[in-house]
């Protein structure tokens, strides 16, 4: 098991320290930055989240995964 740590940064904005969670292996803290981005855009109302980027750290800071917000929520219709 692993402790990975996530951040969420846009062009005008950074969440520092927005969760973290123990993982098994890289494809499980991909699954839990993707329940993140989708928990953060149901509840925050009608901002505009394309621009925006879940970044996820191991326990020293290193990084592990960039998630852009909008691979999460699809495109435009």
């Known amino acids: 098991m692993a402790q990975v740590y996530f951040h969420c940064s ?3 904005r950074v969440l520092l320290n927005y969760g973290d969670a123990e993982v098994r292996d890289l494809t499980e803290a991909r699954e839990q930055a993707a329940l993140i981005v989708r928990r953060l855009i ?4 009608a901002e505009d989240w394309r621009d925006w980027m879940l970044h996820a750290s191991d326990d020293l800071g290193e990084p592990l995964f960039a998630l852009p917000f ?4 699809g495109p435009l219709q």
């Open 10 to 12: 846009s062009t005008e």
């Open 70 to 73: 909008a691979a999460v929520i």
């Open 42 to 45: 149901a509840g925050r109302g």
